[in-house]
Structure formats: C-alpha cells, structure tokens
C-alpha cells in the first residue's frame, strides 16, 4: 500500500490537497492485477465514489496490462482526473455515468451548481487532510512518527510527480 497525496494547482478542484492510498494486489504487477485508488478523505468527483473513496481505475484501463500499463501511468491518471475540462466531464457522465450519481445528475442539469460544490471541495480539503492518522500527517509534511522526518522525502517526490502544473503559465 502506498501513501500519497495529490495537490492541485489548475482546474475546478485548484487549491485542494487530496490524500489517497494505491493498493497493490498480491499479484501486481500481473496482467489484470489492477492497482486500486482509494482516497481518504471525502472528494467530489464524478470517477470516484462517494461512500467508498474508490477511483474508477477501469474508465482509464479497463484491462491492466502489466506490458502497457505501470504504477507511473496510474499515477499520471490521478493527476489528469482533476485535468479534466468541463466538456469532458460532462461526457463521462453521459456516456459511462458517474459512481456519484447526485454529482453526476447535477454536473448534466446545472454545471454551475456542480462547479461551486467542486470547488467548495477543493477550498475544504486543506482541514480535512490533516484529519486523519499520525503516518497520513507525518506523510504530509510532519515528519515520520520517529522524529527523523524520513517520510517528507517521499512525498516532495511524489508531489513532483502527480501535480499538474507544467510550469512556465502561473
């Protein structure tokens, strides 16, 4: 199981910290052992169910396969979720659904209704990601338990690694 956490720095969820965990089965990284993505606090988002925290990994790889498909290219779908324009969220919601079936309704009758609770998501996740385990808050900044702060490495690397600000635009 691995510790990470997305920042967001363009799109409707801009300024929201995300905390998710990837779990790899035992089988990983076999043809069909596909990684899951559960985030840990609450996200407003049409591939993600509300409940369960759970990304809809198969709208991106139906089919895991381990010769296409890495733990990089996982990572870079959950980055490009929250890159998605308002033309193509509507298009999954029309075309496969949305595992949030309210979200989804609300994004198809009245997009600007469905902006501001994304939005009003992104401004609240800051305290809520900082509400949960002593190893999820020593990942996001604080130190390992230990007092060592070994943790804080992995995370500026993954930091790097699943924001979407490409640089050079602001």
């Known amino acids: 199981r691995l510790h990470c956490v997305v920042f967001v720095h363009k799109g409707l969820h801009a300024g929201g910290?995300?905390?998710?965990?990837?779990?790899?089965?035992?089988?990983?990284?076999?043809?069909e052992a596909t990684p899951s993505v559960?985030?840990?606090?609450?996200?407003?988002?049409?591939?993600?169910?509300?409940?369960?925290?759970?990304?809809?990994?198969?709208?991106?790889?139906?089919?895991?396969?381990?010769?296409?498909?890495?733990?990089?290219?996982?990572?870079?779908?959950?980055?490009d979720i929250f890159l998605l324009a308002d033309d193509e969220l509507r298009a999954i919601v029309e075309r496969r659904g949305a595992l949030n079936a309210g979200l989804g309704r609300l994004c198809l009758s009245d997009f600007a209704a469905f902006?501001?609770?994304?939005?009003?998501?992104?401004?609240?996740?800051?305290?809520?990601?900082?509400?949960?385990?002593?190893?999820?808050?020593?990942?996001?900044?604080?130190?390992?338990?230990?007092?060592?702060g070994a943790v804080g490495d992995s995370s500026s690397l993954l930091t790097t690694l699943l924001s979407p600000h490409r640089g050079g635009d602001g």
């Open 17 to 31: 910290v995300f905390p998710f965990q990837v779990e790899l089965p035992e089988a990983y990284p076999a043809d």
């Open 115 to 148: 902006r501001a609770a994304v939005q009003q998501d992104a401004r609240s996740s800051h305290s809520r990601a900082l509400e949960f385990g002593d190893a999820d808050r020593a990942f996001l900044g604080g130190g390992s338990d230990d007092g060592r």
């Open 38 to 79: 559960v985030f840990r606090t609450p996200m407003t988002h049409v591939l993600v169910d509300p409940r369960s925290g759970r990304l809809n990994v198969a709208w991106r790889f139906p089919t895991w396969a381990a010769r296409e498909h890495t733990l990089a290219s996982l990572l870079s779908f959950v980055r």
